[in-house]
Structure formats: structure tokens, C-alpha cells
């Protein structure tokens, strides 16, 4: 007898499998990873088979068997790796799973399959009818006429000739055609733009870089089997990870490319689809189920093996992986936010190492762990032989108040641009009109009913918004407290400056990128495509557009509020506003006329600002992972974030406290514990928070992933919500 044993899709917290069910005769051919409807008490869920077995513990008769099996299952490669992902970030095993399973299948047992699609073909009767006066409609002629062509599918023969599936069938039973359903892959709704071509000859760098990521493909004794690419800006990286790939796609192997979420852009897919054609797969949730899951069919397949796409590409089912790159390896978006808080980044190096695979992780900003762990490959220069553009740091606390978010040498420079026609990006850390109003008669401030924060000004809209929840409210005309119409702004955000470079510099174009503006599906890429093809503009908007993008007529970026990031009160504060700083001042000077950056900041002996005015990641990175080591931050120590969140503060207190207290006595050694702290309300829930500095990983984890479920399951906290995130970003 076969057994299953298969971890049911529930989201509840409490069940938790594997249970074992009997495999019919049917069912014999079930492999682990593969999907089943199975009889569950009074339910029927979906499961996911992560074992087999030739015996239960149970007698026989107790056991029941799966209702079905489901088209397409998941490698056990990935099934491993999915239940990793469960253990590894505290979260339950069907939640791990949902990870790894074709697209489209969920808990509630919804699913996606293939499209079907009916194609007929003439047969040796059809001939002998049309040449032989038979009786024939004149639309069963017609298709007749049209299949002598070739086969063709039914909706291409509706089209041609008008006939439905009715005349079809009549056709198929007197013999005259026969018919087959077959597999047919969506039409893709990517938008796509032309890409240039080409395989450009590679700098002496680029060439080192691709030789040595070949050997350790080769597993040449040796060769490092993870490494970071540490380019410049525009040092021609994706190139690198372009010939990586071509390498491992000639040894017979597949390779997955991650890329941030924003760096799906239209024109860097392009450029992948372009040197490798039909090989190769996107999968991002973005795109329609139905399209994903044929993406995802056909890399389980083997038609396709390369798979470019955001952090949960790094789930996609390649057989035999022979390469993981991480493009702009420093970006946020490779960190999951919903449970399981996953980072891709991390995910990529397990699944590399149980696979055999080579990791390479490629940014002009490493993160502070990834430059103390991983040998280096260094692309100091970049590929047009243009210096990296020079970085004035203007210090915004001498500057004139009544001359506004704008030094006069940024509109100065703003204005050079215009002369020239050129392009330039601004950049503003916060999307909106301005961050507070307030009444300057008697000092009401606005703030969101649900959270513990300002409303923010949209003018656009005529709205207050929260940024944290979806209340909004109309823009107030007078102050409800005293009636006083003389309420005041203050603070800048995206819509103030695009109306303020708006009017000054007219008539130059004034684009905005923001979350608000790029909300809509296409509306990032339209954005970004309009900046491109005017004569001359000014692209203004949040961090998103200083990520990745190559405009060579930009010849002037600038960031009006650097410090902002480094106010955070968070240990990344100053690698985070380095790297924002960095890449921004990549943008500009792509071009053969150069470029110019400029830095508005309060804090401008910051190091992370100097260093990056300097292009100088290496004396920046050294200072921050001695920094770090003396706080015993990451990577010196491993932190976990535990979050509670309730409408009573009572019980909220009650369950941090409890919490605390029942971690204390069985945590490793070497454990830190902070808190409870509170930390500010949101929807209208409270929130407390622990964080744990641990020495010991894997222990410290198994204790909070324990106490949290022990907890969780005591009846009278209830209505406590805890939620786990093990290296919080
Ligand atoms: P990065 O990813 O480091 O920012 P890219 O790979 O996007 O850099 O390269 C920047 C530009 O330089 C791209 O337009 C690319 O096609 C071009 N490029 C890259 N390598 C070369 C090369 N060896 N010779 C000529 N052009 C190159
Ligand atoms: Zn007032
Ligand atoms: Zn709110």
C-alpha cells in the first residue's frame, strides 16, 4: 500500500499536518510536490503531498483517499524549499507552500489550468467530399476549403470563415475533419518595447567578472560558488548577468534573475527577451493568473529556462538550476511583507546551495553583510569611459528659509538644464502636496482619526490622506475648531515641487512618479516613457526614480531632502540613505554631455552622504560593518521582530508582558530582549513590539516560533494579533 502524506492549504494556525491518506491504484503515479483534493472531516481542501510513505501508523481503514489529483504539482526540490521558508520566518508549512505552488492555487481551492484550445485538421474523407460534389453546407465548404492550408484552431476558422463550433462537430462526426484540444499559452499583457539588440564586446572588467562566475559553473576547484558583482552605476552589470546566463544556458542549465520590483520596466525585460528569446519566462504578480500560470508551466516544463522576475521568482520551477542572480541586491523589495516575511535574497542563497547552483548578487550599493561575506568582483568604471558625475552637497540649514524647498544653486543648475534642453530628476522622499496642516490661529493640527499620524495634503485630489490606512477626507476650507480660514502647510512633498518646477520652468515638461501617479496598471512604464521620448523634462517623484533606469540625456539629478531617510530611528537608516543617495546620482550624466548631481541636506557631514557624494561605497561599507559590529547588529547577530497589535490597550499590554515573560527563561544565551515598546497605532490597533538581538539563530527561532504559537492559541488574547518577522528590514 502507498501512503500520502500531505500538508493540507488551510490558513488556519492551529492545524498542522502532514496527515496521511491511502493512494488508490489511480493515484499511483502522485509524486511529493504534487497537488490533491482530499477529504478533510466534513471539509474538502487542497494539499500538498510532501511525502510518500509505504506504511501509516494508522490501520488502513482509518485512512481516507484523495478526491482528485490537480493538472500540474511542484518539484520536491521546491517543496523542501517551501516548508525551509515556513521554519526559517515562522510561519506555518501551508503558508510556505502557497510559495511554491503553480499560481493560482489557493487555500480556497480555486485554481487556475491550462487553456484549451480546439484545432482541427482535414482528413482524407474532408478531401474526397470537396473534390467529390458530397453534399456540403456552404459554411462546412468553407472550412473545408480553409483546413486545406494546414490545421488551424477554432478561432482562427471562426474568424476566416464564420464557423462556430457547431459546424465543427457536424464536420468531425461525418468524418470529414478530425479535431484535438491542445495546450495554448495566453497572449502575453507585458507591455513591450522595442530593445536594443546586440551583444556589445565586454570591457577587460566585464570579461573577469563573466570568467569567473564561469568557473565556478564549471565547479572549478576554487571558484566561489556565491560572489558580488560591485559595479558602478551603468559599469554594464546586467551585461554580465546577460553572458552568465548564456554560459549556464550552454551548459544545459537554467537561471532565475531577480530583479526589484520596480526593475520589471518594459525596457529591461526588452532587453532579456531580446538575447534569449523563447527561452526564457517572466513571472510577476502582476500579471493575470492565468498568463503567470502558463509562464510557470513552462518553466516546470522545461520549454523555458530562464526566469526573470521580482523576489517570488525565485520560487520558479527551473529543473536543473545552474545560476541565481540578484540584480540591485540592496533593494527593499526583495523582503516579503506578509507573513512569511520572507527575504528573497536569503531564500536564493539556501536554494543555490541545495540545488548546486551559482549565486551572484550585483548592485553598486552592497548591503553592509553581503560586502563582509561574499568574494567581490569590482566594476570600477563605467562602460562609456564618462567619469562618474561630480556631487555638490548643498547644506539646506544656511539656506534662505523664504527661498523655499529649493537652494537657489539647484534652481540655477534646474535652469542650465532648460538652456540646454536637456533632462533632469528631482527627487522628493515624500509623496503629496505637503505633510501637515495645520490652523495658525489656534494650532489644530490634522491628524487621521485611525492612526497616530499626520494627514497628508493631496491638492491633486482636494484630499487629506493617510499614507498608513485608506481614510481620507476633503481638504478643509476653514478649522473646525475655530472657524479660522488661514491654515498653514508645511512641509514639502511630490505634487508641491512638480507645481513649483512647473511654474518657474516653464515651458520645460514636468513629469511625476509617485505612488500616486504609477498606482494604475502601465502607468509606471507610460511615466517613465514619456519622460524618455521628450525633447527635454524634469522627472520628479519619490525613490522610484532613482532606481535603474538609463536616460542618457539627463544631465542633472538632485535629491531636495537626503536626510529624510536617516531620521528613521532604524539601524539601516545610513546604508539606506548611501544607497538612495548612490543611485540617484547614478542617473545623471549617462550621456556624452555629462552630468552634474546635487544633494540638498540638513546633515551634510553624514557619512553616508559624503561617502556617496564621493562614489566611495568601500570606505562608507568598511566604517558601517565596524559600526555594526560594535552595536552587534547584523550580520554580527540576528534580530526577530515580534509585532502585537489589538484594539484594547489592556490586553495588548497584558499579551506583551506575557509574551516577554515567557520568552525570557527559554531563550538561548546570548539573547537579547528589547521591549515591549509601543509602537504608533494603526487601523485604529495599538501596537507593542520585541526585538531580539540573538547569537544563536536556529534556537532562538525555534523558541519564538513555540512560545508565539502557545500563545496564539490561549483563548482569552484572542483578539491580540502577533505576527513574527525574523530579519526585519
Ligand atoms: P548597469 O547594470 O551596471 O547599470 P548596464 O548593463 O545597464 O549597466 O549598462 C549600461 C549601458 O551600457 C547599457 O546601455 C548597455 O547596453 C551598455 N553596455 C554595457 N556593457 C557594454 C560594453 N561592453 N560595450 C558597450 N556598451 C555596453
Ligand atoms: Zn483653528
Ligand atoms: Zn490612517
Same mark, same amino acid.
Given at each position: 500500500m502507498s501512503i500520502a502524506k500531505v500538508e493540507p492549504l488551510t490558513t488556519?494556525?492551529?492545524?498542522r499536518g502532514p496527515f496521511d491518506y491511502r493512494l488508490p491504484e489511480a493515484m499511483?503515479?502522485?509524486? @511529493? #510536490?504534487s497537488v490533491v483534493r482530499v477529504p478533510f472531516g466534513r471539509q474538502r481542501l487542497l494539499g500538498v503531498v510532501v511525502e510518500l510513505a509505504?506504511? *501509516?501508523?494508522?490501520?488502513?481503514?482509518?485512512l481516507a483517499e484523495p478526491l482528485e489529483a490537480l493538472e500540474a504539482g511542484t518539484p520536491a526540490e521546491l517543496v523542501r524549499l517551501g516548508l525551509w521558508v515556513a521554519r526559517e520566518y515562522c510561519s506555518t508549512p501551508s503558508r510556505g507552500l502557497q510559495l511554491v505552488?503553480?499560481? &493560482? =492555487?489557493g487555500a480556497a481551492g480555486q485554481r487556475v489550468r491550462s487553456r484549451l484550445e480546439l484545432r482541427a485538421e482535414i482528413a482524407a474523407p474532408g478531401e474526397a467530399a470537396l473534390s467529390g460534389g458530397e453534399r456540403l453546407g456552404v459554411k462546412q465548404r468553407a472550412v473545408l476549403e480553409a483546413l486545406r492550408a494546414g490545421e488551424m484552431s477554432a478561432p482562427e476558422l471562426a474568424a476566416a470563415v464564420g464557423a462556430d463550433r457547431g459546424v465543427l462537430r457536424r464536420l468531425e462526426e461525418r468524418g470529414l475533419i478530425a479535431t484535438c484540444s491542445s495546450r495554448v499559452r495566453r497572449r502575453s499583457s507585458h507591455p513591450e518595447v522595442g530593445a536594443r539588440g546586440g551583444r556589445p564586446e565586454l570591457l577587460p572588467e566585464q570579461e573577469a567578472a563573466v570568467e569567473s562566475i564561469v568557473a565556478a559553473l564549471d565547479g572549478?576547484?576554487?571558484?566561489?560558488r556565491e560572489q558580488l558583482l560591485h559595479g @558602478?552605476? &551603468? *559599469?554594464?552589470k546586467t551585461e554580465v548577468y546577460l553572458a552568465a546566463v548564456e554560459a549556464a544556458l550552454a551548459r544545459g542549465k537554467g537561471a532565475i534573475v531577480l530583479v526589484p520590483?520596480?526593475?520589471?520596466a518594459p525596457q529591461a525585460v526588452a532587453r532579456f527577451r531580446a538575447r534569449l528569446g523563447d527561452r526564457f519566462a517572466v513571472l510577476h504578480s502582476a500579471l493575470p493568473d492565468g498568463e503567470r500560470y502558463d509562464e510557470w508551466r513552462r518553466l516546470r516544463s522545461g520549454e523555458a529556462s530562464v526566469c526573470v522576475g521580482p +523576489?517570488?521568482?525565485?520560487?520558479?520551477?527551473?529543473?536543473?538550476?545552474g545560476l541565481i542572480v540578484i540584480d540591485e541586491?540592496?533593494? $527593499?523589495?526583495?523582503?516579503?511583507? &506578509?507573513?512569511?516575511?520572507?527575504?528573497a535574497r536569503a531564500v536564493a542563497r539556501r536554494r543555490a546551495a541545495e540545488s548546486g547552483a551559482v549565486l551572484v548578487a550585483g548592485t553598486a550599493t552592497p548591503r553592509p553583510e553581503s560586502w563582509l561575506e561574499l568574494p567581490r568582483l569590482e566594476l570600477p568604471r563605467r562602460v562609456d569611459g564618462q567619469p562618474m558625475p561630480p556631487v555638490a552637497v548643498l547644506?539646506?540649514?544656511?539656506?534662505?528659509?523664504? *527661498?523655499?524647498?529649493?537652494h537657489p544653486n539647484t534652481w540655477e543648475a534646474l535652469e542650465g538644464v532648460r538652456a540646454a534642453g536637456a533632462k533632469a530628476i528631482v527627487m522628493v522622499n515624500? +509623496? &503629496? /502636496?505637503?505633510?501637515w496642516l495645520t490652523c495658525r490661529s489656534c494650532g489644530r493640527h490634522w491628524s487621521c482619526p485611525n492612526c497616530d499620524v499626520s494627514l497628508i495634503v493631496h491638492r491633486h485630489s482636494g484630499r487629506l490622506v493617510c499614507h498608513h490606512c485608506a481614510h481620507s477626507e476633503p481638504l478643509p476650507?476653514?478649522? $473646525?475648531?475655530? #472657524?479660522? =480660514? =488661514?491654515l498653514s502647510r508645511a512641509g514639502v512633498g511630490t505634487e508641491q515641487i512638480e507645481a513649483l518646477l512647473g511654474e518657474r520652468l516653464a515651458p520645460m515638461p514636468v513629469f511625476r512618479l509617485d505612488a500616486d501617479t504609477a498606482g494604475a496598471r502601465g502607468a509606471h512604464a507610460r511615466i517613465l516613457a514619456a519622460f524618455g521620448e521628450a525633447e527635454s523634462g524634469i522627472l520628479v517623484g519619490?525613490?522610484? @526614480?532613482?532606481?535603474g533606469h538609463d536616460f542618457p540625456e539627463v544631465t542633472l539629478s538632485a535629491i531636495l531632502d537626503a536626510d529624510a531617510t536617516l531620521?528613521?530611528?532604524? /539601524?539601516?537608516a545610513a546604508e539606506r540613505t548611501f544607497a538612495m543617495v548612490a543611485q540617484l546620482a547614478g542617473?545623471?550624466?549617462? #550621456?556624452?554631455?555629462g552630468g552634474d548631481v546635487i544633494v540638498q541636506t540638513l546633515?551634510?557631514?553624514a557619512p553616508s552622504i559624503v561617502h556617496a557624494a564621493g562614489h566611495d561605497a568601500a570606505t562608507f561599507l568598511a566604517a558601517e560593518v565596524e559600526r555594526r559590529r560594535a552595536l552587534r547588529y547584523p550580520p554580527f547577530s540576528h534580530l526577530t521582530r515580534i509585532v502585537l497589535k489589538a484594539e484594547s490597550e489592556g490586553r495588548l499590554d497584558r499579551a506583551a508582558t506575557e509574551l516577554a515573560q515567557a520568552l525570557m527563561p527559554v531563550l538561548p544565551d546570548g539573547t537579547d530582549l528589547l521591549g515591549p515598546a509601543p509602537m504608533f497605532r494603526v487601523r485604529n490597533r495599538h501596537r507593542r513590539r520585541l526585538l531580539l538581538k540573538a547569537s544563536e539563530r536556529e534556537a532562538t527561532i525555534a523558541v519564538v516560533r513555540d512560545t508565539v504559537e502557545r500563545l496564539a492559541a490561549d483563548r482569552s488574547l484572542r483578539e491580540v494579533a502577533i505576527s513574527v518577522d525574523v530579519d526585519p528590514q
Amino acid at each position: 500500500m502507498s501512503i500520502a502524506k500531505v500538508e493540507p492549504l488551510t490558513t488556519a494556525r492551529a492545524l498542522r499536518g502532514p496527515f496521511d491518506y491511502r493512494l488508490p491504484e489511480a493515484m499511483a503515479d502522485l509524486e @511529493v #510536490g504534487s497537488v490533491v483534493r482530499v477529504p478533510f472531516g466534513r471539509q474538502r481542501l487542497l494539499g500538498v503531498v510532501v511525502e510518500l510513505a509505504e506504511a *501509516s501508523e494508522l490501520p488502513p481503514e482509518r485512512l481516507a483517499e484523495p478526491l482528485e489529483a490537480l493538472e500540474a504539482g511542484t518539484p520536491a526540490e521546491l517543496v523542501r524549499l517551501g516548508l525551509w521558508v515556513a521554519r526559517e520566518y515562522c510561519s506555518t508549512p501551508s503558508r510556505g507552500l502557497q510559495l511554491v505552488l503553480p499560481p &493560482g =492555487t489557493g487555500a480556497a481551492g480555486q485554481r487556475v489550468r491550462s487553456r484549451l484550445e480546439l484545432r482541427a485538421e482535414i482528413a482524407a474523407p474532408g478531401e474526397a467530399a470537396l473534390s467529390g460534389g458530397e453534399r456540403l453546407g456552404v459554411k462546412q465548404r468553407a472550412v473545408l476549403e480553409a483546413l486545406r492550408a494546414g490545421e488551424m484552431s477554432a478561432p482562427e476558422l471562426a474568424a476566416a470563415v464564420g464557423a462556430d463550433r457547431g459546424v465543427l462537430r457536424r464536420l468531425e462526426e461525418r468524418g470529414l475533419i478530425a479535431t484535438c484540444s491542445s495546450r495554448v499559452r495566453r497572449r502575453s499583457s507585458h507591455p513591450e518595447v522595442g530593445a536594443r539588440g546586440g551583444r556589445p564586446e565586454l570591457l577587460p572588467e566585464q570579461e573577469a567578472a563573466v570568467e569567473s562566475i564561469v568557473a565556478a559553473l564549471d565547479g572549478e576547484a576554487g571558484a566561489p560558488r556565491e560572489q558580488l558583482l560591485h559595479g @558602478v552605476t &551603468g *559599469s554594464g552589470k546586467t551585461e554580465v548577468y546577460l553572458a552568465a546566463v548564456e554560459a549556464a544556458l550552454a551548459r544545459g542549465k537554467g537561471a532565475i534573475v531577480l530583479v526589484p520590483e520596480i526593475g520589471l520596466a518594459p525596457q529591461a525585460v526588452a532587453r532579456f527577451r531580446a538575447r534569449l528569446g523563447d527561452r526564457f519566462a517572466v513571472l510577476h504578480s502582476a500579471l493575470p493568473d492565468g498568463e503567470r500560470y502558463d509562464e510557470w508551466r513552462r518553466l516546470r516544463s522545461g520549454e523555458a529556462s530562464v526566469c526573470v522576475g521580482p +523576489r517570488s521568482a525565485v520560487f520558479a520551477p527551473l529543473r536543473d538550476l545552474g545560476l541565481i542572480v540578484i540584480d540591485e541586491e540592496h533593494d $527593499a523589495s526583495y523582503k516579503q511583507d &506578509g507573513d512569511p516575511c520572507y527575504d528573497a535574497r536569503a531564500v536564493a542563497r539556501r536554494r543555490a546551495a541545495e540545488s548546486g547552483a551559482v549565486l551572484v548578487a550585483g548592485t553598486a550599493t552592497p548591503r553592509p553583510e553581503s560586502w563582509l561575506e561574499l568574494p567581490r568582483l569590482e566594476l570600477p568604471r563605467r562602460v562609456d569611459g564618462q567619469p562618474m558625475p561630480p556631487v555638490a552637497v548643498l547644506d539646506m540649514r544656511e539656506a534662505d528659509p523664504r *527661498s523655499g524647498p529649493l537652494h537657489p544653486n539647484t534652481w540655477e543648475a534646474l535652469e542650465g538644464v532648460r538652456a540646454a534642453g536637456a533632462k533632469a530628476i528631482v527627487m522628493v522622499n515624500r +509623496r &503629496g /502636496f505637503a505633510p501637515w496642516l495645520t490652523c495658525r490661529s489656534c494650532g489644530r493640527h490634522w491628524s487621521c482619526p485611525n492612526c497616530d499620524v499626520s494627514l497628508i495634503v493631496h491638492r491633486h485630489s482636494g484630499r487629506l490622506v493617510c499614507h498608513h490606512c485608506a481614510h481620507s477626507e476633503p481638504l478643509p476650507r476653514a478649522c $473646525a475648531e475655530c #472657524g479660522s =480660514t =488661514t491654515l498653514s502647510r508645511a512641509g514639502v512633498g511630490t505634487e508641491q515641487i512638480e507645481a513649483l518646477l512647473g511654474e518657474r520652468l516653464a515651458p520645460m515638461p514636468v513629469f511625476r512618479l509617485d505612488a500616486d501617479t504609477a498606482g494604475a496598471r502601465g502607468a509606471h512604464a507610460r511615466i517613465l516613457a514619456a519622460f524618455g521620448e521628450a525633447e527635454s523634462g524634469i522627472l520628479v517623484g519619490t525613490q522610484m @526614480v532613482a532606481k535603474g533606469h538609463d536616460f542618457p540625456e539627463v544631465t542633472l539629478s538632485a535629491i531636495l531632502d537626503a536626510d529624510a531617510t536617516l531620521r528613521f530611528p532604524d /539601524f539601516r537608516a545610513a546604508e539606506r540613505t548611501f544607497a538612495m543617495v548612490a543611485q540617484l546620482a547614478g542617473r545623471s550624466g549617462r #550621456g556624452a554631455a555629462g552630468g552634474d548631481v546635487i544633494v540638498q541636506t540638513l546633515a551634510p557631514t553624514a557619512p553616508s552622504i559624503v561617502h556617496a557624494a564621493g562614489h566611495d561605497a568601500a570606505t562608507f561599507l568598511a566604517a558601517e560593518v565596524e559600526r555594526r559590529r560594535a552595536l552587534r547588529y547584523p550580520p554580527f547577530s540576528h534580530l526577530t521582530r515580534i509585532v502585537l497589535k489589538a484594539e484594547s490597550e489592556g490586553r495588548l499590554d497584558r499579551a506583551a508582558t506575557e509574551l516577554a515573560q515567557a520568552l525570557m527563561p527559554v531563550l538561548p544565551d546570548g539573547t537579547d530582549l528589547l521591549g515591549p515598546a509601543p509602537m504608533f497605532r494603526v487601523r485604529n490597533r495599538h501596537r507593542r513590539r520585541l526585538l531580539l538581538k540573538a547569537s544563536e539563530r536556529e534556537a532562538t527561532i525555534a523558541v519564538v516560533r513555540d512560545t508565539v504559537e502557545r500563545l496564539a492559541a490561549d483563548r482569552s488574547l484572542r483578539e491580540v494579533a502577533i505576527s513574527v518577522d525574523v530579519d526585519p528590514q
